[in-house]
């Protein structure tokens, strides 16, 4: 059974730097495309990083700069430094896996870990 379990979140200040992890078990096949989402109260849920296996990363224009997403295929984990937090970084994030199923790519969550940046 495939399980995403993510962590490293917190409350910072603006300014300040976190990173979250997020690692992958179970996995029988291939894992594609990781990537960090995150998701405010009332708002629809926005991809912030995306990776690649290659490690070919896209970015949101709002984090482009500041945050930096990396991978680890050895261990089936995923990063996100995230640098110069703002209090519109405060979300809960969650980390999104593609990994081939039967016959097509399928969507794995992990259940979120709060980033709360306030002074």
């Known amino acids: 059974q495939v399980q995403v379990v993510e962590s490293g979140g917190g409350l910072v200040q603006p300014g300040e730097s976190l990173r979250l992890s997020c690692v992958v078990s179970?996995?029988?096949?291939?894992?594609?495309?990781m990537g960090w989402y995150r998701q405010t109260p009332g708002n629809q849920r926005d991809a912030v990083a995306i990776?690649?296996?290659?490690?070919?990363?896209g970015y949101s224009d709002s984090v482009k700069g500041r945050f930096t997403i990396s991978r680890d295929n050895n261990k089936n984990t995923v990063f996100l430094q995230m640098h110069s937090l703002e209090p519109e970084d405060t979300a809960v994030y969650y980390c999104?896996?593609?990994?081939?199923?039967?016959?097509?790519?399928?969507?794995?969550w992990g259940q979120g870990t709060q980033v709360t940046v306030s002074s």
């Open positions: 990776i690649t296996p290659n490690g070919g990363a």
């Open positions: 179970g996995v029988t096949t291939i894992i594609g495309n």
């Open positions: 999104n896996v593609k990994i081939f199923g039967a016959r097509d790519w399928e969507d794995y």
